[in-house]
């Protein structure tokens, strides 16, 4: 199983929010240099000063799986992959998706999201600048930590600073 992996750095080496991965991405995908068909994006904290890319991660149980009602989203080749023809576009993906890397395409109404380029090489990885995003090869199926509270806890130790008694 292989998903993306974004490694936290510290300045300088972190994340600049220079959305390279975003339109190398709707570039693969769609031809075209638009970041809202992107499946990657990236979220900048200017509160914090950070960026952070959000880009699905292949979750051991996959809440999006589990709550499309017309079964539109699976796991194929290990990873977990939209059916645009059966896909109706309602939604409960992208409400289900513990950090929000699921959304509907702008254009057709349906879900998408990060297949890692047909399940090749990932495009964003190879033309990040800082390096900070790579495939990762799991040795489990899929990841099994909880991903909403990794996230509130990356979140949380960001705004506590260097001295941890917050800004």
Request: some cysteine.
């Amino acid at each position: 199983m292989k998903g993306l992996l974004f490694e936290e750095r510290e300045f300088p080496d972190n994340c600049i929010g220079c959305r390279t991965c975003e339109l190398v991405c709707s570039f693969a995908h769609e031809a075209l240099i638009n970041s809202e068909k992107a499946r990657i994006r990236v979220v900048k904290e200017d509160r914090y000063g950070c960026s952070i890319p959000i880009v699905c991660i292949q979750c051991a149980s996959p809440t999006c799986v589990e709550a499309c009602p017309v079964n539109a989203i699976g796991i194929e080749k290990d990873i977990v992959v939209v059916n645009e023809d059966t896909c109706i576009g309602c939604g409960a993906c992208t409400r289900a998706c513990p950090i929000g890397a699921i959304r509907i395409h702008p254009a057709t109404g349906k879900a998408f999201k990060c297949d890692l380029c047909g399940g090749g090489v990932a495009e964003c990885v190879s033309w990040c600048p800082r390096n900070v995003l790579r495939v990762r090869y799991h040795s489990e199926p899929r990841p099994t930590f909880d991903v909403a509270i990794a996230l509130a806890d990356a979140i949380t130790a960001v705004s506590r600073g260097e001295d941890g008694d917050g800004l």
